[in-house]
């Protein structure tokens, strides 16, 4: 179903290849995993496979890429798209209305469907993947999990030959990659060849049937899942752990905790949006030093509750406390550090370096009175490459911060976060998209950060980080304490 016999590609304005001497084939009831470091070309391959390289992306092609037998660059994109169904690692990109149901409705609609027809497909694929309960809803008031949900849901509605998906488990919780899991072994064998790329990659442990390691554009290794349990090569691309311990039910609970010994409280603390049930009545939020997992299925609440925690939301009700001292929205703001999910809608500047060196002037305590003019600037000169080289952002340096990497940006954003020096740090799905090095960064810099004696609260699905860095879990729903 998808074949690649000897394939170069370079994209435009670009010496060297993306991907370089790939033979690779995936057959109709086959579900085959590509994994390797940030970089290592796996999203070129799947954009190779459903057309997009080169002719969205254009570029040099060397080789051949066949879909169903046929070259890709003799099927129009149109053509390729009822064949080839991708998810992108951001749904949101893919999304053309502004409503859960009109999304699943949109393409039948477009493509002459009866009405009857439509409704059967909707209501079908809605029910496969867990969502009818929110048909309803606006796109934008969805959680990422969701909005990942509903384009997985869109596509399957469309009844594709072959499957891509990228980084599909990014932004699930637990329950629901397993389900996905499930769903993609049944696809399997109803007949579907399917194209995982993923750095996650214990949630398809007897499910894949070949598995191939990417370095520096180039297939590393190949074989079956066990390939994964290779220690050498994990450590040598980067990838992560093909056996996760689940840790959640583990760590200890939150509600413990007093008023006058935590780092952050909150009481009688209330919120609905406006013609909605409330998310949040009459509830308790503790944090003390250290770093605590805010645990939650999709849609329950952890971004809207960190928001509140910081300021950008405002309570129906509730009072917050840092350090058993009274705080308003202002005071909460100045306190209480957050990094979006969305790493562009946090970047300003011209360089990576002036990114980090806003932010470090914006620091409590930023003047040292005792040190002279050159000192300062010395000393933040310093500070800033040691942010840069905890991060591993320090070749970056003159970069401008859009033309990063998805992965670099997040990096970033909470290199900047940490510049702040904030009470309490919130982090919404920092490791979503790392591959094992970056993830295993991610939680080295958590750890310091709490050794500081922050509070750091992480909004997260990923087992993996829970296990290395988290000491205490906070979890949803909130009860009134």
Known sequence: MIRFENVTYTYPFSEKPAVKNIDLQVKAGEIVLVSGQSGCGKSTLMRLANGLCPSWFKGKLEGSVFVENKSTLELPLKDMSTIVGTLFQDPEQQFFALGVEDELAFVHEWRGLPSQITREKINTAAQSFGISHILGQSIHELSEGQKQKVGLASIMSQEPKILVLDEPTANLDPESTLDLAERLLELKQQGLAILVVDHRLYWLKGIADHVVIMKDGEIFARGDFFLLDDENIRQECNLRDSDVEDVRQSLP????????????????????????????????????????????????????????????????????????????AKDLLKCVGIVLQNADHQLHMKTVEQEIDVCLSLAEGKKDKTLKKDQLKQKRIQEITELLELFGLEHLRIRHPQSLSGGEKQRLVIACAFAKKPHVLILDEPTSGLDGGNMKRIAHALQLLAERGAAVLVITHDLELMKRSCTRALRLPLVKK
């Not at 009688?268 to 645990?295: D, E, H, M, R, W």
């Not at 309570?315 to 406390?321: D, K, P, Q, W």
């Open 253 to 328: 609970d939150c509600s413990d905790l007093e008023k006058d010994s935590a780092e952050f409280y909150s009481e009688n603390l209330t919120f609905a949006y406006k013609g909605q049930k409330p998310i949040f009545s009459q509830a308790t939020v503790a944090l003390n030093k250290g770093v605590t997992a805010l645990i939650g299925d999709n849609g329950t609440g952890k971004t809207t509750l960190a928001r509140l925690m910081t300021g950008l939301n405002k309570a129906n009700s509730g009072t917050f406390f840092i350090e058993n001292k009274e705080c308003n």
